[in-house]
């Protein structure tokens, strides 16, 4: 296309949110006319089911359950009155829980405010709340937040080691559903242990966000920690940021949530236009849609032009990935669907991996997140005439350019600036596109099998280890690798044996392993 082309394309497809200030740019996408024509029935179909999923409806058929984040932030569209008070009395249990803490009526035992926080959780009920605290969070906040979002042991040290001095005045805030996550369980014992280290005790610093019912809750009723919020059933992980999980820990830090949700808000309803030109969600659907031939061929490559968005990619990746990363369609068939997503930010990502998406193997779109407002105050000049953000700016869209030229396909969302506001519209609007998308390409995007999958196999290799152990601890004599599977009934699990055994071993845990290391098959096994 010529310049005067472009810039026709461009007028034709831009959408502009006056009330939010939020522009979205898809003339990059080489999408016809004829083809969007093509989607219209496709499109018919996915707004009816969005507007049933907002009505109620059973969403996930294996848990029985709806799908309800949208009535986070609009709770007079929740199904029946007790969910709407229930919406209602939590956000207004946070607001007054955070204000307690701030002004030290709610304070722990051995300090006279808590000063910093400790988010215990993972997958959903981390990411969020980690992309949430990267983009408001201040440097003055009244509460700084560290997180534990993994069960690696020398993270967790790393995170003990930066509270050291400040554990005695730290609210930990644990995050699971049932309590039965075993990554969130390992944290709350490490937590525990550190705490106890300093002479502390966890339930007067901690507060739970679970199931009401489960067994955790139990636990902190129990235990009588501080307090209890829900985590409900119709709130998937990975669109929980504007419930508990989410609002509870960026209050505590001093962000506007009520900005938060009125963004959201006011993102969804612009996203129930039931026509693809107008509705942002709609296009972002077709340009997804497009690019991968509904097929997810092409991955999502996300450039945020702000440090603060830095971990936008890495949220709307599990949002999108496990959401649309499906085997089988909702018809039963096998599809293998779903989009991947990767990013880091720019311009960072000129002096990385931008050469190869402008040279190399075109399997990609990219997704430029540009902020408009470069600081607060003025800048000063790096050059006559220009500033840092002017550079930044023209980075962005020269970059832009020089991948259309090579046929690199592209998007652009446009924001003001960074605040609490813009922030919730963009939650909502990659969770209103992934529903659109889900069905269009007719996945059911609000079930995971293949994660609760993962889960069991890990459970199925750490009860292996105990068994080893165990068959080592009674054995008179070092047993030959192929001696020991067979013992344990597991001939046809000699590998993973191997790797248990040898991580154990690296952490002096009462393995040796002797032999030729080269030659695992040949080596010997022992309790220390």
Do not use: C
């Amino acid at each position: 296309m010529d310049a005067a082309t472009t810039w026709q394309r461009y007028q034709d497809w831009l959408y502009y949110h006056e009330g939010l200030g939020l522009y979205l740019d898809i003339s990059r996408m080489r999408f016809s006319e004829d083809f969007v024509a093509m989607l219209q029935p496709k499109f018919d179909k996915a707004f009816a089911d969005l507007a049933a999923l907002e009505a109620g409806a059973i969403a996930n058929p294996d848990e029985n359950r709806m799908v309800g984040h949208y009535w986070l932030r609009d709770s007079s569209l929740a199904p029946s009155p007790d969910l709407q008070e229930d919406i209602d009395s939590t956000l207004q249990k946070i607001h007054g829980f955070a204000q307690k803490v701030h002004s030290g009526e709610i304070h722990p035992p051995n300090a006279p405010k808590f000063t910093h926080i400790l988010s215990v959780g993972i997958g959903g009920s981390a990411l969020g709340p980690e992309f949430v605290a990267d983009a408001l969070g201040a440097v003055d906040a009244p509460m700084q937040i560290a997180f534990l979002d993994n069960t690696d042991p020398a993270g967790m040290d790393r995170v003990f080691a930066q509270l050291k001095d400040h554990l005695a005045s730290t609210l930990v805030v644990i995050m699971t559903k049932s309590g039965g996550t075993p990554e969130t369980r390992n944290g709350m014992l490490e937590v525990k242990h550190a705490l106890a280290q300093q002479g502390l005790s966890l339930a007067p610093q901690a507060v739970a966000v679970t199931g009401l019912g489960s067994k955790f809750e139990q636990i902190a009723k129990t235990e009588g920690w501080l307090d209890i919020f829900p985590m409900h059933d119709w709130v998937g992980g990975r669109t929980s940021e504007m419930s508990a999980v989410g609002l509870l820990p960026a209050a505590l830090q001093g962000i506007d949530i009520n900005a938060m949700l009125a963004g959201a808000k006011e993102m969804d309803a612009a996203t129930r236009l039931p026509q693809i030109k107008g509705n942002p969600a709609a296009m972002l659907a077709l340009s997804w849609y497009y690019s991968g031939k509904g097929k997810g061929e092409k991955d999502m490559v996300v450039l945020p032009y702000k440090d603060s968005l830095l971990l936008f990619s890495r949220y709307l990746q599990q949002l999108v990935m496990e959401s649309l990363g499906k085997e089988k369609d909702l018809d039963g068939q096998v599809v293998h669907q779903g989009i991947a997503v990767y990013g880091n930010k720019g311009s960072t990502d000129q002096h990385a991996y931008v050469q190869q998406l402008r040279e190399g193997i075109a399997n990609f779109f990219v997704t430029f997140i540009e902020v408009l407002e470069d600081r607060q105050g003025e800048s000063i000049e790096v050059e006559p005439g220009a500033t840092s953000g002017d550079f930044l700016s023209g980075l962005l869209q020269g970059t832009r350019q020089a991948l259309y030229d090579n046929r690199r396909d592209s998007i652009t969302v446009t924001v003001p600036r960074v605040d609490a506001r813009r922030v919730g519209a963009l939650i909502a609007l990659y969770e209103r596109t992934v529903t659109l998308y889900g069905s269009l390409v007719n996945v059911n995007a609000y079930h995971q099998p293949g994660v609760e999958a993962g889960k069991k196999a890990a459970a199925t290799v750490l009860d292996l280890q105990k068994q080893v152990v165990q068959i080592l601890a009674e054995a008179a004599a070092p047993m030959s690798l192929s001696d020991l599977a067979a013992k344990a009934g597991a001939a046809d699990q000699i590998e993973a044996i191997y790797k248990i055994l040898r991580h154990l071993s690296a952490n002096q845990r009462g393995v040796e392993l002797m032999g030729d290391l080269r030659q695992p098959a040949s080596l010997k096994v022992s309790a220390r």
